[in-house]
């Protein structure tokens, strides 16, 4: 394989690594902090079992999140120093924004975060947490402004001297109508994924372990349960709404990818959606059937009677405009991207109707044999639409790194052959790219691992043996039946929280 090739399968693995983790380090931040609210505002002691519990299990995902980004910025300049070059004008920018206000915000109060439990006052020890939520938050807003400019290049123009994209105008970077239609879908995909973690995990807690588990367990994961439903339901659907602006958004920005998605393969006007495809998309792409009438056209404007380009008349139009070449994307990557995208956040909100249902007017989770293992893999459906829904996004700009906003002579777009790293051998990225896919393999062991570990332990393992709310180290009235879990890490110390 080229250099070419290597490098995208590197970048393409580390970053669908990272973003595993992504989704749920931004919506855990944000449900740990609405819990820590809940028990501030109500002195439930169930509030603070899931802050604790559930916060214990987003200190390792987040630590596992920051190890695998870091690894992202070492590949602009190495594999793709090229591409660094003619955009590091304008993409620096945002990155730079995400490191020294977000990443700084975010790190340093979840560091006060977990060792003032002791030490804060809960008023002020709140305050933390929502601090590194709000800064997890605005990491995720400059990251998808970078990225939503790579898809739709504004606020910059291109200097034929030096080669390079130079900024001109940073407001219109961080307002770009591609990253507003973004932010909320990537958000909103977020919380779901929380959303479905936390109700799958305390649904299988409730189903496998509730013989062992105090009443105080019970009730704290009966409360996380009914609340991640409702979670569900309304991130499903800001994700849904999101979305389909952003489907409108693609249609006037990149029409090739609005058709790879659908693997239109000639114009048509008020073309159908269809549901699946049998055969070869890449060499007949009108193998389809169950078709959605006027689908399609719906998605991309609203209209039933729309006229949506097909592949082979961009493509022509494209060999017109930017030379001979290849403009059609991998149209069996897109199609099924687009549709698995769907499918799986489709299953995740199916799991949360069905267990609305189960555990209405004060019900217990049915003990049904086969539902432990049905709750956990609904746990992946949320992780697994995001990851294809970022591949479908990365895939359907190709050939492009830099999208091609067509509004002058001089618009601003790059190939991606153009980017790759000119001094960087094959032998260079075989090497790096085995060594990154074995150990983030052996970090993905010990993440499921510490996870596993720790959910079977239930809520009661990271209570101290004893607290008081009174005495103002803001870990709340623990005694309860808080004794009911006295594991080697209920010692007392506070800072056991943490490890």
């Known amino acids: ?37 809940a028990w501030y505002r109500s002195g439930k002691e169930e509030y603070l079992r899931l802050t604790k519990f559930f916060g214990k299990l987003f200190l390792i995902n987040f630590a596992l999140g920051v190890a695998t980004g870091i690894v992202q910025e070492f590949q602009f300049g190495m594999n793709w120093a090229s591409y660094s070059r003619f955009v590091g004008d304008v993409f620096g920018a945002p990155l730079a924004m995400e490191a ?83 932010y ?13 973690f936390v109700g799958g995990i305390s649904a299988w807690l409730l ?15 009966r409360k996380g349960l009914r609340s991640s439903i409702w979670v569900t339901f309304a991130a499903g659907l800001v994700v849904a709404v999101s979305g389909h602006f952003q489907a409108r ?26 549901v699946f495809a049998v055969g070869n998309l890449q060499n007949d792409c009108n193998v389809r059937t169950w078709v959605i009438p006027q689908g399609l056209s719906l998605l991309a404007t609203d209209k039933i009677d729309q006229t949506v380009e097909g592949v082979n008349d961009l493509q022509r139009q494209y060999e017109q405009r930017y030379g001979e070449g290849n403009y059609i994307p991998n149209l069996m990557i ?40 049905a709750t956990i893999a609904v746990i992946f459906t949320p992780f697994l639409a995001n990851s294809f829904g970022w591949i479908f996004t990365e895939v359907g700009r190709q050939p492009w790194v830099v999208a091609p906003n067509p509004t002058g002579a001089l618009e601003l777009r790059l190939m991606t052959e153009q980017g790759v790293s000119q001094s960087v051998g094959s032998a260079t990225v075989w090497i790096s790219l085995i060594g990154f896919t074995l150990i983030y393999g052996a970090l993905a062991v010990v993440e499921l691992g510490l996870i ?8 009661a393992a990271t209570m101290p043996a004893s607290s008081g ?31």
């Open 184 to 196: 909320p879908h990537v958000i909103a995909g977020a919380l779901m994924t929380s959303a479905v």
């Open 249 to 274: 958004l693609m249609f006037e920005q990149q029409p090739m990818k609005m058709a790879a998605a659908e693997a239109l393969c000639d114009t048509e006007v008020g073309p159908g959606l269809s």
């Open 100 to 182: 020294l206000v977000a990443f700084f915000l975010e790190s340093t109060f979840l560091g006060l975060w977990i060792f003032g439990w002791d030490r804060l006052s809960p008023r002020l020890h709140l305050a933390t947490i929502w601090a590194a939520a709000i800064g997890t938050t605005a990491s995720a807003y400059f990251i998808v402004a970078a990225n939503s400019w790579m898809q739709h290049p504004v606020g910059a123009i291109f200097n034929p001297d030096t080669g390079r994209a130079e900024m001109v105008d940073i407001w219109a970077v961080l307002t770009n109508s591609t990253t507003l239609a973004a």
């Open 334 to 373: 897109t199609y099924w991207g687009f549709r698995l995208m769907i499918f799986f956040g489709a299953v995740a909100a199916f799991g949360a109707v069905f267990a609305l249902f189960v555990t209405s007017r004060g019900r217990h989770v049915p003990q049904w044999k086969w539902l432990p293992t």
């Open 207 to 221: 189903i496998k372990r509730r013989s062992t588990l105090g009443s105080g367990d019970i009730t704290a994961l």
């Open 469 to 499: 709310r009174g005495s103002g180290d803001g870990s709340g009235d623990g005694s309860g039946d808080g004794s009911e879990g006295s594991d080697n890490d209920r010692d007392g110390d506070a800072l056991a929280f943490a490890y």
């Open 1 to 37: 394989m080229d250099v070419l090739s290597l490098s995208r399968w590197q970048f393409g693995i580390v970053t669908v690594y990272h973003f595993l983790m992504v989704p749920l380090t931004i919506g855990l931040a944000l449900t740990v902090a609405c819990f820590q609210t």
């Open 452 to 459: 596993a570990r720790y959910v079977k332990k239930g809520p």
